[in-house]
């Protein structure tokens, strides 16, 4: 076989798998099924006479000849990336896609933003990933990304947004009852500090979930809830549980916005940098 009939497209495969380490997570973000992602790699393996992955109980990893194919798919990836960086960072209009990822919890405060951006510019569209393992803006695999982190990556620009106290919330009636019970963390989230501080503080567990439903179970009068105050702020009927208040100063966090600093001054990505400025402004305490 030669190096023109050679199925490049097919290393993307094996490089999302290596990235993300599942083959369930390698196919999501490729759109297809896991069967069909089985499929393409051993068609892959029967073009070239060697094994690609290793399947076993817990999944699949990698050989050693999938290991070198992922990077040369990586490498490939990152060339397309950056030569498509280049070509948007030369546009002066606003208009064409803008990406964006963030966490899934702050998915309530694109709500305003992606509808003025949008709005604004009709030639713009805007492409939206959530999860706490999105595309990563420093190999250009994404535009800009909202993070809760202490600082900036290396190799990132960054823009502080603002500070994230958090608090215990509750509706009125959950907070009166006794005794209380909580809604906490589900345990893929066992090693956050937030999780932590509710082993330590939370006894009565009422509901368990995953943090982006947390805040509408205890909106909904389910239970306490440890949550940003960012959060609580678009819940009207929440209130703030002050028995717990001198607790919260560890679990402060920061809001950054970040971009690759090639990527900065390009019209598309500093509406939505701006936008997303506006949008995220300290809550007004609850009472």
Not at 42 to 49: H, I, P, S
Not at 67 to 92: D, F, I, Y
């Amino acid at each position: 076989m030669g190096t023109l009939d050679f199925p490049w497209d097919d290393l993307r495969y094996l490089e999302a798998l290596e990235r993300t380490g599942k083959v369930g997570a390698a196919a999501r973000e490729l759109g297809i099924s896991v069967s069909t992602f089985y499929r393409r790699v051993a068609e892959l393996e029967g073009l070239t006479g060697q094994l690609c992955i290793k399947r076993m109980p817990s999944g699949a990893t990698l050989t050693e000849f999938g290991q070198s194919l992922a990077h040369v798919g990586r490498r490939t990836r990152g060339g397309l990336q950056e030569v498509l960086a280049q070509l948007r960072s030369a546009q002066t209009t606003v208009e064409g896609e803008v990406s964006l990822t963030t966490v899934i919890a702050l998915l309530p405060m694109l709500h305003e933003p992606l509808q003025k951006l949008t709005r604004e510019h009709p030639r713009l569209h805007v492409t939206l990933h959530l999860g706490d393992d999105g595309p990563s803006v420093r190999q250009r695999e994404v535009d800009v990304a909202v993070g809760v982190m202490k600082r900036p990556p290396q190799g990132c620009w960054g823009r502080k947004l603002l500070q994230l106290p958090s608090a215990v919330f509750a509706t009125k009636d959950a907070a009166a009852r006794t005794p209380r019970r909580w809604v906490v963390r589900s345990l893929a989230e066992v090693a956050s500090p937030e999780s932590a501080w509710e082993r330590a503080h939370a006894a009565d567990v009422a509901v368990r979930a995953p943090f982006h439903a947390m805040v509408d179970l205890c909106a909904a009068g389910l239970g306490l809830c440890l949550m940003p105050r960012l959060l609580a702020s678009r819940h009207p009927g929440l209130v703030e549980v002050k028995d717990y208040a001198h607790l919260m100063a560890p679990l402060e966090r920061t809001v950054w916005l970040l971009t690759h600093p090639d990527q900065r001054k390009t019209p598309r990505v500093v509406a939505l940098m701006n936008a997303l400025t506006e949008a995220f402004v300290e809550p007004a305490s609850h009472r």
